[in-house]
């Protein structure tokens, strides 16, 4: 639905298909009943592709998490499912020493994801047990978590690449993207931006080793590749500092989402009781002022997919100020369709109307579920934290009173906000401004350990420290390395060159959404004007959407379809070149040949014939994740042209909140353990 | 720089002698004089909080905590006194105290204390 033309999409289901299948294959290779010891990081992204009824029918007697501690295990066949990391050997090395002095009898196999190391070889050497484990691989990669969306689901990326300086994740992420190549077709063009995007580029078009892949003919895939592009997220700090304003991005900002799930209270996932159909508008957050705040109630892990819940495929990337709107709209045409049953007079209405009562209550339920999300969200975008902390960013990008911004950010300490607010906003201050002046970044500082406690230290330190350098002092130190001057982000030229801002007028903004700046009420994202510089580069410099608004209220009716405009073939960089180059990170559009065996073949003789009507994918990778907004965004530039369709990919789905949390756990772990894995 | 990470230990004595030798570590670059200051302020944190835990009978937890933290937890175990001491030892700027002590005293109900606010 959602005004999506007819054009066919990618596939991406056969990439799970592909998952669930090697992770069958990986227990079958082990005979008979057998114990699953799992990484606990590890069970959200494969809860998106097995579930456990599936382990259980392929022979899992018990799963434990992996954890420190002696193991108990009923069974001879003990499998340890991991990510490469050295705690996580140590653990699986003492477990097994343990076993063995109480000369209990177990066979083990530890299956690391997605690959083997020597690493992790040479540890279980050293700790004398190499001998006693079959050391595999399974080859987890990208996950579908929406129809256009795959992520590797690795959360820490970010954090290992711009802190630690670990750079597996990028040899991992070329694997991924190559199997992509292999299993739709190669991508024609490689476009990037960053240092570590270009990194990951030039591994790209070096020789990677063979992997098995699914097998889809890219002779007959609907939609071939024309390009993929790869921004690194250090390119685009500014987004993921924002809040998202996004009906998805709010609920991961304020309630969290994990792997596509979401916690929520039981309440709101039982079918309700009775149909009420009186009465559906009750339930709406405008009738319902005062709302209990649900403390203590049981919660559930709940799913949120469009592909199940098609209410939720229209409000996802819905301005949450628009979401109530369309709630009641919703409320309204449901008590309509009830109503219905009254005026039915004959038995074959009633039939009719009782076939249709089961997607009726299905209907029903999901108004309940986003009408009692969305009162769970009203009540925290109304507090004063909550608007004194979009207020402070909303000046920010727009470079009013700067220094202001600094004293509310100290009220805002005073007042009680929670860590990782603070330290964005901090971070966003630095990066808008070209650094906070020195007196006043110590006092901040000051301020902020004296409130969360002086074990932050470190996390302002990563955050000041290259290669992420996002709080800066200004004037620099005479000791900073001219190369942190050079990778400042020229924010004002960019705000102008990129129109990053637009002037917001509300009534304006909640109908029309005629520029991507509606996912943060007047802001495009960075990153994604980036996309727009290859992929929609009118949308670049004015608003596509002001010209076919006349056709419908809501800008996305039947009739604007066949006004659209057709993608403009994908040409690289070009016209944007200039900009590019004032951002810091490398700038890249590298050409690939196709190989040898496939050059004759249709990947050349499509591109000859695309111009007219062939619809093309065009893959953007996120290097260090991207956030719920971006998705909106990046859908929204999508709908706008003809023959073109966006596949996002990604590391994982962050957002500022998670990234602070990452960086600041880093000091939890003890010294000496950095975990790197090559 | 990762010497201060040692400071996830489970033994308060630990925990101390590592913030010390973090702040030495720091204060032999003179560019992290900042640093340096905010591990000496760990320090005596860390030293005032083995104080208030041992002067109330280790019933009251302390250790730990943030400075805001501390402020907090006098006030609601009515060591008022303390607090303000806290407050003077750290230079906590008014306006924070004040937010400070007025959510302790609505999280003890103290509204005889909240009235004189």
Redesign the interface.
Known sequence: GLGRDNEQSLDIEVLKDAAKKALINALNSVNGAKTLVLDPTLAGPLGLVTEVALLKHHGVDKMFWLEPGPLTSTTTNVIYLCRPLIKYVKIIADQIKIHSKESLKHRYTLFLVPRTSTLVSRILEEEGVLGDVTVSSYNLQFIPVAEDVISLEYDNAFKELWVDGDETVIYNSALALDVLQKTYGQFPRIIGKGDYASKLATLLTRPLPEQPSVSVDPLTSPAPFDSLIILDRHVDMITPLLTQLTYEGLIDELIGIKNSHVEIPLSLLNPPSAPNPENPGASLPSTSAIITPVLNEKTKKHVLSAATDPLFAELRDLNFSSVGKRLSRVAHRLDEDYKARLQAKTVAQLRDFVGKLGGLQTEHQALKLHTGLSEMLVPRTRTNLFSKSLEIQQNLVASYETSAQISAI??M????ADMQTVARLLCLASITTGGIKTRAL?NV???F???????L??LL?SLSAPPLSIILQNPP?V?MSPSVAVNKLPFTAIRKSLRLLIDDNPEALEELENDISYVYSGYAPISVRLVQCVAQKSGVISNPAEKVSVDTPDGKGKGSASKKLFAHPIVGWKGFEDILSTIPGQTFDIVQKAPAATASRAPSISSLLRPHEQTTTTAIFFLGGCTYTEIAALRWVGRQNRGRKFLIATTGIVSGASLMKSIAND??????KRDTTI | LALEEASRMTDQAAVVTSVKAAEKFFSEDKDRSFEAKMMDESARLLTIQQQLEKDSDGKVKFFGQSVSETVHICLVNGMGKRADKVKAEFKVPDKRFWYIKLHALTAIRDFVSLEAF
């Open positions: 100290e009220d300490i005073a007042q009680g110590e500082k000051k301020e350990l004296q409130a969360y406690g002086y074990h230290l470190p330190l130190p000791s000091g939890k772990r003890g010294p000496g």
